[in-house]
């Protein structure tokens, strides 16, 4: 599979996740999805609460998906999109987690910041310079 397709297959598992928010409140959905060195694909979506601080993002929700089925590093490409037409970046608390993740492989993934109109294409550690994750407790 072309890079090209690699991108545009997990952009369109992110936009399906997205499908699933819980976002009464916001109003604003949006859809992330995780690809693995072994081809696993692992998606989520954002789940917020009326207690605003308990909201859950995308990222989180694949990541902490991610964990459960024993993913521990292997992380080469995120994809997030949003309800707009402008590209959507991971927060700071989502970037950090993916950074915890990336860290136990080593890896500083792709990331694919995607709107309806523009895919802007960001490697982790552009998005989140100077990390403090695994290896800082060293």
């Known amino acids: 599979m072309s890079e ?14 997205l499908e699933n928010s819980y976002s009464p409140y916001s109003n604003f959905r949006v859809g992330a999805a995780l690809r693995f060195a072994d081809g ?43 309800d707009t037409a402008a590209p959507v970046t991971p927060c700071g608390r989502c970037r950090q987690v993916l950074n915890e993740l990336a860290e136990l492989g080593d890896t500083d993934p792709v990331v694919w910041c995607a709107g309806e109109d523009e895919v802007v294409e960001m490697r982790l550690s552009g998005l989140l310079p100077r990390a403090f994750g695994p290896a800082s407790l060293e």
């Open 4 to 17: 090209d397709n690699n991108r545009d297959s997990l952009i369109a598992a992110a936009r399906r996740a």
């Open 40 to 82: 696993t694909v692992v998606t989520g979506t954002n789940v917020e609460n009326a207690s605003y601080g308990l909201a859950l993002c995308a990222e989180t929700v694949a990541v902490a998906k991610a964990m459960d089925d024993g993913h521990r590093g292997g992380l080469e490409e995120v994809a997030v999109i949003g």
